[in-house]
């Protein structure tokens, strides 16, 4: 118990400091990145023709994608939820499971999975070496007459490092420029007293630490867990900790995508990991505050 207080009394001293405002600006080669939207987009890169990475990372569902799991060549399900790639570039690691370094690594997982777009490295070179525009846009940008899967990775995943979110409404409150209602402030509150911010915290409000989904009662459903990757049984159920960054924007919740609301995804990670059953009230103001993180989304009309 006196470890509880001393941590709620850390986080309420501490909290606002513990998460940093999105940068306006990242820097990015934007004829890099121009291009990797054009990979992005281009469902040629996939077996059956018709995913692309945006059919699972669609912009008007906040770069994720409104279904459980997502749906892939020959309509083969996922396994898992796909997370928003939106500020990704500020997450430790990439996947769920943190199995990628980086996001350029993170490319080739779909493109390479039976259930997702089902190319292995050689059939995307020989797709995109017998399209005459990519041959043109390779050649300037890398100067080579034959287009290689880590060219294409290192395009795509510049295109993802430029989808970052400044200004929410809480980064515009950090800086002084904006004020939180009400109910946005009580939300904080108990955001903070409750030790929420203990995982979600940083640049990008999480996505910078591996945390067990279920500390307090456990979580049945814990597929593509970290365990998979490291065969340690600690790590079961253990996940990189999501963004709240555009959570709003972003339903259905978790690595299963078993919460359909914003509303329902607070009062699970009240009683899985926090032990409690949060009151209506309570998740109202939370779900207030969580939603001044949505930021200015992208405008792909500055690579046109």
């Not at 490295?121 to 017998?130: D, L, P, R």
């Not at 709003?248 to 899985?272: C, N, R």
Request: charge should be positive; include cysteine; charged fraction near 30%.
């Amino acid at each position: 118990m006196k470890k509880i207080f001393i941590l709620i009394f850390f986080n309420l001293l501490f909290a606002d400091s513990m998460i940093k405002p999105i940068p306006e600006k990242i820097k990015y080669d934007r004829q890099k990145a121009k291009l990797g939207m054009y990979l992005f987009t281009d469902p040629r890169l996939s077996k059956d023709k018709k995913i692309s990475c945006m059919s699972c990372h669609k912009p008007s569902e906040g770069w994720a994608d409104k279904r459980k799991v997502s749906i892939g060549v020959f309509g083969r399900k996922g396994r898992v939820n796909s997370p928003t790639v939106l500020n990704a570039v500020f997450n430790f690691r990439q996947f769920w499971n943190g199995r990628a370094q980086d996001l350029k690594e993170q490319v080739f997982g779909p493109l390479h999975s039976n259930f997702e777009m089902d190319m292995d490295k050689k059939e995307v070179e020989k797709t995109v070496n017998t399209i005459g525009v990519y041959k043109k846009l390779f050649k300037k940008i890398y100067h080579t007459d034959y287009i290689t899967a880590d060219m294409i990775a290192d395009a795509i995943a510049e295109f993802e490092k430029s989808l970052i979110t400044p200004d929410c409404k809480f980064d515009l409150y950090l800086k002084g420029k904006a004020k939180l209602t009400p109910l946005e402030m009580k939300g904080k509150i108990l955001f903070k007293s409750y030790g929420c911010i203990t995982c979600h915290n940083g640049v990008n409000i999480g996505g910078n630490s591996f945390q067990k989904m279920g500390l307090i009662i456990s979580y049945k459903n814990c597929i593509d867990d970290r365990y998979e990757i490291t065969h340690n049984p600690a790590d079961r159920c253990v996940y990189k900790v999501p963004t709240l960054r555009n959570i709003a924007l972003t339903a259905p919740y978790f690595h299963d995508g078993s919460a359909e609301t914003l509303k329902e995804a607070i009062k699970k990670m009240g009683y899985y990991n926090l032990g409690i059953e949060l009151k209506s009230d309570e998740i109202n103001a939370i779900e207030a505050f969580l939603k001044t993180f949505t930021g200015k989304q992208p405008d792909l009309g500055k690579f046109r």
